[in-house]
């Protein structure tokens, strides 16, 4: 069984750029969602995707989009990077928007913005 | 409106003593409950999970946490800490196919 897959593992971008982070979710999970670890903090819920359409949204500006495939497969992107958008990435997959209650996580994507 | 509340950002311990991470939450629906373990630059790894049924759920690598309704509580424990125990430790409650609300994280320090 394959577990989440992360991409990159770590990246530098400087303010105003653009950024996409991959992800590969756990064989058979059809729901991905991504969360954003600052650092010092506990996981902030961005968004979730379901069937490839967005499930939910945490409290995350329009410039933070996402994507979901026929292969469950996600894209998280941010646009015009601040400096704040520096954190741990987290892609988590789970069956069925999450109804088993259980969430199972890659090891993330640090992104710095300098 | 849901929410966690981790009481102790740094917890010290002796190996071999007894470890208790405190947890409370307020949830406005029955919650599924979670305990997630992050060692160094890694993701999270799930430690053990109340949904229903029994309040005392036991985790791995010797964890077990309590749902205690009246409480608002799910504290963590384990009997004897180990070396390879420390870590942050975050508590998160979910309503049932939502999102999951996450804890500031407890970091675990055990001192041989």
């Given at each position: 069984?394959?577990g989440v897959t992360q991409?990159?593992?770590?990246?530098?971008?400087?303010?105003?750029?653009?950024?996409?982070?991959?992800c590969?979710s756990q064989?058979?999970?059809?729901?991905v969602s991504w969360y954003?670890q600052?650092?010092?903090?506990?996981p902030?819920?961005?968004?979730?995707?379901?069937?490839?359409?967005?499930?939910?949204?945490?409290?995350?500006?329009?410039?933070?989009?996402?994507?979901?495939?026929?292969?469950?497969?996600?894209?998280?992107?941010?646009?015009?990077?601040?400096?704040?958008?520096?954190?741990l990435y987290l892609c988590a997959s789970s069956?069925?928007?999450?109804?088993?209650?259980e969430l199972f996580f890659g090891e993330g994507?640090?992104?710095?913005?300098? | 409106?849901?929410?966690?509340?981790?009481?102790?950002?740094?917890?010290?311990?002796?190996?071999?003593?007894?470890?208790?991470?405190?947890?409370?939450?307020?949830?406005?629906?029955?919650?599924?409950?979670?305990?997630y373990v992050q060692?160094?630059?890694q993701g999270l790894q799930l430690?053990?999970?109340?949904?229903?049924?029994?309040?005392?759920?036991?985790?791995?690598?010797?964890?077990?946490?309590?749902?205690?309704?009246?409480?608002?509580?799910?504290?963590?424990?384990?009997?004897?800490?180990?070396?390879?125990?420390?870590?942050?430790?975050f508590?998160a409650?979910?309503?049932?196919?939502?999102?999951f609300?996450?804890?500031?994280?407890?970091?675990?320090?055990?001192?041989?």
């Amino acid at each position: 069984e394959t577990g989440v897959t992360q991409s990159p593992t770590h990246l530098i971008k400087t303010r105003g750029q653009q950024v996409t982070l991959r992800c590969s979710s756990q064989s058979g999970h059809n729901t991905v969602s991504w969360y954003q670890q600052a650092l010092g903090q506990g996981p902030q819920f961005i968004f979730q995707y379901y069937r490839e359409e967005e499930n939910g949204r945490g409290n995350f500006p329009p410039r933070f989009s996402g994507l979901q495939f026929p292969n469950y497969s996600s894209e998280l992107n941010v646009n015009a990077l601040e400096l704040d958008d520096s954190a741990l990435y987290l892609c988590a997959s789970s069956l069925s928007q999450g109804r088993t209650g259980e969430l199972f996580f890659g090891e993330g994507s640090r992104l710095t913005v300098l | 409106a849901q929410s966690v509340t981790q009481l102790g950002s740094h917890v010290s311990v002796s190996e071999g003593a007894l470890v208790l991470l405190r947890c409370n939450y307020s949830s406005s629906v029955p919650p599924y409950l979670f305990w997630y373990v992050q060692y160094p630059n890694q993701g999270l790894q799930l430690l053990l999970k109340y949904t229903t049924g029994a309040t005392l759920v036991k985790g791995i690598n010797g964890f077990e946490a309590e749902f205690k309704k009246s409480e608002t509580s799910f504290h963590l424990t384990k009997p004897s800490a180990h070396m390879s125990d420390a870590a942050e430790y975050f508590c998160a409650v979910s309503p049932p196919g939502n999102q999951f609300y996450f804890g500031t994280g407890t970091s675990l320090t055990v001192i041989p």
